[in-house]
């Protein structure tokens, strides 16, 4: 048996009408015709080189934007401080642990010939160095930030005079045969394409704990958005894409000014995205999409596709990712009210370096100094 072979009884597996659409209907009702343009499965190829077009937008708008903008708002582009070159602790640091116990770093300190705070402050250095810079988060804020408010307002303005924006009945009303509007197309190709270019940047983009959550985030939010545009589920589509993103520009312009330090505008920044949050994360989605992709389909018919389910189980899986999200947002809040700190659980914290680079020439000539030495403060190296 061929791969060829393989391959095309795959992909006719995939595209089997039962599948993707109502019983009578065949993919030969899809095509276009007067008064009538349907989506193509073909045209999401297009998302990828939208996704670069993306990544070069968002390159020249972190650099000539987002830079000026945070040294505006007082951020500084601070130099971090290396720590010296040593074989040895640069060994265990990547391949036993990034945070020994006091008695490896003993062990250490003997082996390299120096003193115990001189490991101890090679491994912060190292850390720190692991750690992206006040100005690199901000960048990353900022075209989030861009795109998050700009999808919002076109989703708007592609969406206040439909129907469906304020009946969600109307998402099912002449389905399947309901034409595809330019907007629509528009609207599809750009959030395909950003979480595609999310997807090309989990490298080098900051990772924070709940990185593997955004994985599978993005790639539901591709999954759900290429299969409700093959099974002209667009209408909903839409609905789903503005729902998310009205609250999530709140959360990047809020990351923005508290890397600023501009603590009270951050606070009330993030007390605005939550409230958006759970409106539209808590209540708009499950009572108002759910209900429409779950119960309303019934009314239409008594034999749902597989795409149902298939449709269905990602969205729900998003509504998973919603509460561990609210769950964290709860805390950061209830931290906020009783201690009045709204630090991101989610991302590490540099470290405070307290020693002079002089002393750590020990650990790369390996010579001890004495224990007055190790008392002379670093403040280059605070960030």
């Keep these: 048996m061929s791969m060829a072979y393989i391959l095309k009884t795959l992909n006719s597996w995939f595209w089997w009408e039962n599948i993707w659409m109502p019983i009578n209907c065949t993919w030969a009702d899809f095509v276009d015709r007067e008064g009538l343009v349907f989506p193509k499965p073909h045209q999401l190829y297009a998302t990828i080189p939208y996704a670069f077009v993306l990544l070069i937008i968002r390159f020249f708008s972190e650099r000539y934007v987002a830079i000026p903008l945070a040294k505006a708002l007082g951020i500084k582009n601070v130099r971090r401080v290396k720590p010296q070159p040593n074989p040895v602790l640069e060994s265990y640091f990547r391949e036993c642990s990034r945070q020994p116990s006091q008695s490896e770093i003993k062990g250490l300190a003997k082996k390299c ?23 690199r988060k901000f960048q990353e804020a900022f075209w989030r930030f861009s795109f998050y408010l ?33 907007s629509q197309y528009w609207y599809y190709m750009a959030e395909i394409g950003f979480y595609w270019s ?42 789903v894409m503005f729902v998310h993103d009205t609250a999530d520009f709140w959360l990047e312009a809020a990351k923005m000014f508290n890397y600023a330090r501009w603590e009270k505008t951050c606070n009330i920044l993030f007390i605005i995205f939550s409230i958006a949050f759970f409106i539209t994360r808590m209540i708009l989605f499950p009572f ?24 269905n189980g990602m969205l729900l899986t998003l509504q998973g990712l919603h509460l561990y999200w609210g ?5 950061i809040l209830k931290r906020f009210v009783f201690l009045k700190d709204l630090k991101d659980d989610r ?28 008392k002379h403060l670093l403040s280059s190296s605070h960030h």
């Design 113 to 135: 010939n120096c003193t115990v705070h001189l490991v101890e402050k090679w491994f912060r250095r190292r850390r720190n160095l692991e750690i992206p810079t006040v100005l």
């Design 198 to 239: 999310l997807i090309f940047t989990l490298g080098i983009d900051i990772k924070r704990k709940d990185f593997m959550a955004h994985v599978v985030h993005h790639l539901a939010a591709i999954g759900l958005m290429s299969g409700s545009w093959c099974g002209n589920y667009v209408r909903l589509g839409t609905l």
């Design 327 to 331: 769950y964290l947002i709860f805390k």
């Design 347 to 374: 991302s590490d914290e540099e470290e405070e370096d307290s020693l002079t680079d002089t002393e750590e020439e020990s650990t790369k000539s390996g010579t001890k100094n004495s224990s007055g030495s190790s």
């Design 288 to 311: 108002w999409i759910l209900r429409a992709t779950l119960y309303l389909p019934t009314y239409y018919s008594t034999t749902p596709v597989i795409a149902y389910f298939l449709f």
């Design 150 to 182: 700009t999808s919002s307002i076109v989703g708007f303005i592609f969406l206040y005079d439909k129907p469906w924006f304020y009946d969600i009945w109307q998402t099912w009303v002449g389905y399947p045969f309901q034409t595809l509007l330019p």
